[in-house]
């Protein structure tokens, strides 16, 4: 009897991508998080809503151009 291997339990094909693309994604997320609580704790520093606001949406507007960007290339 001939026995199948299937390719999603293989282990080490294509693993390698995967890990550069959890890696970057990591660490994006990351860098958002800095960014929103940069913007939070700035905030808090300077005593006015102001600068969290524009710390966010310069934050916002940032990752969106890098995604844009991105998806370019």
Not at 2 to 24: C, F, H, I, W, Y
Not at 25 to 46: D, E, K, P, R
Request: charged fraction near 15%; charge should be positive.
């Amino acid at each position: 009897m001939a026995t199948m291997k299937t390719p999603l339990l293989d282990a080490q094909g294509g693993s390698e991508p995967r890990r550069v693309a959890n890696r970057r994604t990591a660490l994006v997320l990351l860098s958002i998080a800095l960014v929103f609580f940069g913007g939070i704790i700035a905030s808090q520093l300077v005593g006015g809503t102001t600068i969290g606001i524009v710390v966010v949406g310069f934050g916002i507007i940032g990752f969106l151009l890098v995604a844009i960007e991105r998806g370019r290339k």
